[in-house]
């Protein structure tokens, strides 16, 4: 079991930036991978940014070059840094890690963008 923790939503202008933190109850090293995922009302939760610790991280398209996911392995923490948000990355976002048996993800943290 994973338990993860999510803080740092709020609401910012379009344009704005926010930092996402998330605190694992045991390690996030490698082999698992760990991310941000999100969901905005009426739509399918969608990745954010996911990679395992040592390796290159995964961008949704919609957020490269906007968003910077980073990770404190002696802390066991999980950082999204989003800079020049825009009303469409409004959502709830969620922590993730996969281990090798299962997935994980913590309760959310809401992020809302106004034009």
């Known amino acids: 079991q994973v338990q993860l923790v999510e803080s740092g939503g709020g609401l910012v202008q379009s344009g704005g930036s926010l930092t996402l933190s998330c605190a694992a109850s045991?390690?996030?090293?490698?082999?698992?991978?760990v991310g941000w995922d999100r969901q905005a009302p009426g739509q399918r939760r969608e990745m954010v940014a996911h990679?395992?610790?040592?390796?290159?991280?995964n961008y949704a398209d919609s957020v490269k070059g906007r968003f910077t996911i980073s990770a404190d392995s002696a802390a066991n923490m999980i950082y999204l840094q989003m800079n020049n948000l825009k009303p469409d990355d409004t959502a709830v976002y969620y922590c993730?890690?996969?281990?090798?048996?299962?997935?994980?993800w913590g309760r959310g943290t809401q992020v809302t963008v106004s034009s």
């Open positions: 993730t890690v996969a281990t090798p048996g299962a997935e994980y």
């Open positions: 045991r390690s996030i090293d490698s082999p698992n991978i």
């Open positions: 990679f395992r610790l040592g390796e290159l991280p």
